[in-house]
């Protein structure tokens, strides 16, 4: 998430609990404790929302470094035969 994304957030989450402090001040308490039940779940479903994405990014980080290990050992597999290819022909011409 972006500064400007976390900034708004907060702003949004102020706004919220500043009306529920203006519900409760009026003595509209049921409604505050509606608004605050409302905030907590939302506040929930982004939670797992965020732990969704965060699982999902460390499994294609995953596979990522293991396709990178893969790729590693073939270059080095190549790049020797590559020498050995050219030690044969050195030692073929001589």
Request: charged share 35%; net charge positive.
């Amino acid at each position: 998430m972006d500064c400007e994304k976390v900034i708004a957030a907060v702003k949004d989450m102020e706004l919220q609990l500043l009306g529920v402090v203006h519900k409760i001040s009026n003595g509209k308490t049921q409604e505050a404790t509606v608004v605050l039940e409302k905030i907590a779940r939302k506040t929930k479903c982004d939670a797992l929302t965020l732990e969704f994405r965060n699982k999902k990014h460390m499994e294609q980080l995953q596979s990522l470094t293991e396709e990178n290990k893969m790729l590693k050992e073939k270059l080095k597999y190549t790049e020797t035969n590559k020498i050995k290819s050219i030690a044969r022909k050195w030692s073929s011409s001589s």
